[in-house]
């Protein structure tokens, strides 16, 4: 069975300071993961997605996250933060059991940016 | 950003009402998937569907149904809503089945049952 943990349910940096948030999965199969964003009273915008291909995925915003699979993580970072991406963000695996295209969502992470 | 709809967008309803949400994509993609997001839960899924009149369950399913009768249109019903569905519901589109499985979603209906 899949599964994802994000480790921090709310993470606070400062605009200009690195952004690290964690993510944990579990999968029968060789994984695709994403992260996902929502901003405030907003839909959920794909991130980026690592499909078995690069380890290193470059997202949109300068995004980008690595999957390691000896430590099963797919953490996400960037190396300055804007106001901008004060949001929830979702770490996200898929269920490619039965080829239903389902999606099993972590729990989500808040980030605040603080001027 | 995807084609996808949901109409309405907000709702006020009372208890044992019945409520239809509305979900519609121009992408012509055969996945569709309805969910809720509630604080402290995320992201759960309610119903989905692979195709014109096929559907399943997803880990919320009780008090909801679903229709598709339409490649583009995926309905929600509520056949007698309680205070407990209480939400914000989201629809998502997939062309899983081609070896993509991401997920767009639409903007999200934010219903309230008093």
């Known amino acids: 069975a899949q599964s994802v943990t994000q480790l921090d349910s709310h993470v606070s940096v400062s605009e200009g300071t690195p952004v690290l948030l964690r993510c944990n999965y579990s999968?029968?199969?060789?994984?695709?993961l994403f992260w996902y964003v929502q901003h405030p009273n907003k839909g959920l915008q794909l991130l980026l997605k690592y499909t078995s291909a690069a380890t290193l995925v470059k997202g949109i915003n300068g995004f980008e996250a690595e999957f390691k699979k000896s430590e099963t993580s797919f953490h996400l970072t960037k190396p300055s933060a804007h106001m901008s991406d004060a949001a929830e963000y979702f770490c996200v695996v898929s269920d490619k059991e039965g080829n239903t295209g389902k999606l099993i969502f972590g729990q989500g992470t808040t980030l605040q940016v603080k001027p | 950003d995807a084609g996808i709809t949901q109409s309405p967008r907000h709702k006020v309803t009372e208890t044992g009402t019945p409520v239809t949400l509305r979900c519609h994509q121009t992408e012509n993609h055969r996945y569709m998937y309805w969910y809720r997001q509630d604080p402290g839960h995320g992201l759960r899924l309610i119903h989905y569907s692979y195709g014109v009149k096929d559907t399943d369950k997803g880990e919320v399913s009780d008090g909801y149904s679903v229709s598709r009768s339409k490649t583009e249109d995926f309905l929600l019903t509520l056949e007698s809503a309680t205070s407990s569905q209480t939400s914000v519901y989201f629809c998502?589109?997939?062309?899983?089945?081609?070896?993509?499985?991401?997920?767009?979603f639409g903007p999200g209906t934010r219903l309230t049952v008093t």
């Open positions: 998502a589109i997939s062309a899983a089945g081609t070896g993509t499985y991401e997920q767009y």
């Open positions: 999968s029968s199969y060789s994984p695709s």
